[in-house]
């Protein structure tokens, strides 16, 4: 846990779905963490500048979701079929207001799609061929599914078909199977924000939606106590309601966010793990960054500085 005191601050992660720290190259290791640091930077100018945390969240996310290394719009996951199909979700801990997409095949960043929904508050959550519909009525920018693939990709694609013909996809890296970017930040009026977006896990079944679009699960915001983005298993996360859980923890039981969020991963754990970790940020400018995992893309800025790391402490 790191205490900003109380500072405006923004927390990251780029999912926990790391390269191994034995196959990760200098060149995929500095191509990560610049990708980490400027999310950071342009979640951070905004919240210097006196902005809102939701546009902090919002600038961090877009900056994300441009980068191949990390499993969100560009460079996302396959499923099974050879396509992608995109989550995002963002909520305000000021207002309870939260939106977000699943399945969309066409939004090139699905956050700015959740957060126009969050502004619109009703509906909320919009899936497949509607959402990207949605999005391009209201001036969205869509491209063409293939935009999305990368030949990393690609090549953990066939990679996992190859295990599930062998059966050995329980024996899969993390790298091999997901990852997931997100941000949470408390900007100077102390307000909170979350964000999620992601790809799903490599190979995952048509259709299938994970835990970041669902609200309470993988992405969660409330003034009283914190901002939450989960990454990893999401059906675990949906089964526990992980996010809120964190923030019922400290509103409830009077858990500090550092205990309230490693519980939570320990319970993923418990329940049969499949990796997971979360960027969460507090009231008060602590922040969490607890995973399960080999390693998990991460950082946060504040006044006093910025931190980046992906196994390491």
Request: net charge negative.
């Amino acid at each position: 846990m790191t205490n900003t005191a109380g500072k405006p601050v923004i927390a990251i992660h780029g999912g926990a779905g790391t390269i191994s720290k034995a196959s990760l190259t200098p060149e995929a290791d500095a191509a990560a963490r610049a990708g980490l640091r400027n999310a950071l930077e342009a979640g951070y100018a905004v919240l210097a500048g006196g902005g809102t945390a939701l546009d902090a969240v919002t600038a961090a996310v877009v900056e994300l979701e441009s980068h191949p290394s990390f499993n969100s719009g560009y460079g996302a996951a396959f499923n099974q079929g050879g396509s992608h199909e995109l989550d995002a979700a963002i909520m305000d801990g000021q207002t309870s207001l939260a939106g977000a997409v699943a399945g969309a095949k066409r939004i090139k960043h699905p956050i700015l799609a959740a957060r126009a929904l969050a502004q619109q508050a009703d509906p909320l959550l919009l899936i497949g061929e509607a959402a990207d519909t949605w999005a391009q009525e209201r001036g969205l920018e869509v491209v063409e599914n293939s935009f999305f693939s990368t030949d990393s990709r690609r090549e953990l694609l066939e990679r996992m078909l190859e295990r599930q013909r062998q059966g050995t996809a329980a024996q899969a890296t993390e790298q091999e199977k997901h990852g997931t970017v997100g941000a949470v930040a408390l900007d100077a009026h102390g307000h909170l924000a979350a964000a999620t977006s992601t790809g799903g896990y490599t190979a995952k079944p048509v259709g299938r939606v994970g835990d970041s679009p669902i609200i309470g699960a993988g992405t969660w915001a409330d003034d009283r106590t914190c901002a939450v983005s989960g990454t990893g298993k999401g059906e675990l996360f949906i089964r526990t309601a992980l996010a809120h859980s964190i923030h019922a923890r400290m509103l409830y039981a009077g858990q500090t966010l550092a205990q309230a969020a490693q519980a939570q991963i320990d319970e993923t754990g418990r329940l049969g793990g499949g990796g997971a970790g979360l960027c969460a940020v507090d009231r008060h400018g602590n922040v969490a960054l607890p995973y399960d995992t080999e390693g998990m893309y991460r950082g946060w800025m504040n006044a006093d500085g910025v931190y980046v790391a992906i196994h390491e402490e």
